[in-house]
């Protein structure tokens, strides 16, 4: 394992302290400021044992929201237990911070301790011991979070590689009585009882002490987790990508990391000119610009899911197929039923741009991918036509400051109306792996270099 880990720091020096020099970018935002951080343990840095041009950039991000009944973990679960979870990185860096976040959390949350480690694999809970680093919390190794909070981990120097995953585990000495997560996470996570947050596995001779105890528990879904942070060189940014489930990626691969924000990332990586810039997936399946659902509306949620976000300069919309579709999920609607509904979604982008430019940032939107033949929102000739309209305000000028036309990626030309049948997961709404990897590989990377 050790040649493992060599190789993590290696790559994550030559992002630290790179040969050339980035691509200018014309939009800027303020770096975060790195934590107060008092050593802790070796791994501890004081703000001398970085450049001082570093900066901090979200890596990796998950939307919260309250699971529902089906996706939430039972409490007993959660009582003395260790959730162990997976996470892909896009760009790398020479340390992290974790957040922690109880966003929907009623009451105050306990973490008792939390340590982050390089996985073995994403689809399996076990970890290169060596890599296994303690995160505190203000000094601490334990952690409360007030109600309706999220905590962010002090830093610890443990180089990642760009495109590489991590494992954070934690242990709740008692559940939450609301929990805060991300249901679609499409990555496994491992949970059992007792605090077992520095086992090499969750088997039971990997556990100290309880050879008799019970392999860990499966869902594929996150809990209490965020985001990570990177410390990455100067120049380095995100682009959040904001939408609902085909963001999300439904449809894509479980522990494959084969959304189309990963296809982007991977493509970022690549290229000199780009790979000192992370993507933040921020899309929640079943998201609506303008009402609550499956989490908070877009609206709602621009302001934590997007505008917090460390060292954030992009901003990717493609959001809007759940708002028209569930106009007619239930049966027609009326002509000025429809001409409002096209009117609202296109004040909330207004909303939106208005929002993000205030910040610095520039904003993209993306084209409204058809979905016709849906069985779940049946949609019929003036639902066409609101899409249509939809994806004609978007391509137009002096609205976004540029177009990613997804909708013209993953179409069938002898039915525009309809996903290509190569690029649709069968449900005619989602796209599949080859449908998602077709849509981060068309967007210009020069939006990044601008």
């Known amino acids: 394992m050790a040649g493992s880990s060599r190789r993590y720091f ?14 200018a970018q014309s939009a800027t935002s303020a770096p975060s400021t790195p934590a107060s951080s008092a050593p802790a343990s070796s791994t501890r840095p004081s703000s001398s044992a970085w450049p001082s041009s570093s900066i901090w950039v979200v890596s990796w991000a998950a939307s919260q929201q309250i699971p529902e009944p089906a996706n939430a973990l039972p409490s007993d679960d959660l009582r003395d237990a260790t959730l162990r979870q997976i996470v892909h ?67 610890v120097a443990m180089p990642a590689a760009p495109l590489s995953d991590l494992a954070v585990t934690f ?71 904001l939408g609902d489930s085909i963001t999300d990626g439904h449809g894509s691969t479980t522990n494959g990391n084969d959304r189309w924000t990963d296809a982007l990332a991977a493509r970022l990586a690549a290229s000199p000119a780009t790979r000192l810039f992370g993507v933040a997936n921020q899309g929640i399946g079943g998201n609506h610009l303008l009402t609550d659902g499956l989490g908070p509306s877009a609206l709602a949620r621009l302001d934590r899911d997007v505008l917090a976000q460390a060292g954030v300069r992009w901003l990717i919309v493609f959001e809007g197929v759940n708002d028209l579709g569930g106009l007619t999920r239930n049966g027609p609607a009326s002509a000025e039923a429809h001409a409002d509904l096209v009117a609202r979604v296109l004040a909330a982008y207004q909303q939106i741009i208005v929002r993000t430019h ?59 109306d309809h996903l290509l049948p190569a690029f649709d997961c069968g449900d005619h709404l989602h796209p599949s792996p080859a449908g998602y990897r077709a849509m981060g590989n068309a967007i210009p990377l020069g939006l990044f270099t601008q």
């Not at 340390?95 to 976040?101: C, D, E, G, K, T």
């Open 89 to 155: 990185l896009s760009v790398g860096g020479s340390a992290l911070r974790v957040h922690l976040s109880n966003s929907f959390g009623v009451d105050a949350l306990h973490f008792t301790s939390v340590h982050i480690a390089h996985p073995l694999s994403p689809a399996s809970p076990a970890i290169d011991p060596a890599s296994d680093t303690v995160l505190t919390f203000a000094g601490q190794n334990d952690v409360t979070i007030p109600p309706g909070a999220e905590f962010v981990s002090d830093p």
């Open 358 to 416: 205030a910040q610095g940032l520039r904003v993209y939107g993306a084209t409204i991918t058809p979905y016709a033949g849906s069985n779940y929102y049946h949609p019929d000739a003036p639902s066409e036509a609101d899409r249509e309209a939809v994806n004609a305000w978007i391509r137009a000028p002096g609205h976004f400051d540029a177009v990613i036309d997804f909708d013209a990626v993953v179409r069938d030309p002898a039915q525009p």
């Open 10 to 23: 290696l790559a994550a020096l030559a992002l630290a302290f790179p040969a050339g020099t980035a691509a």
């Open 171 to 241: 242990h709740l000495d008692a559940p939450p009585a609301v929990e805060t997560g991300h249901p679609g996470s499409r990555a496994t996570s491992y949970y059992l009882h007792g605090d077992f947050v520095s086992a090499p596995d969750f088997s039971g001779p990997d556990l100290p002490g309880q050879p008799d105890q019970p392999a860990a528990k499966k869902i594929d879904h996150w809990y209490q987790l965020s985001s990570i942070d990177v410390l990455a060189p100067a120049g380095a940014a995100a682009i959040v990508a």
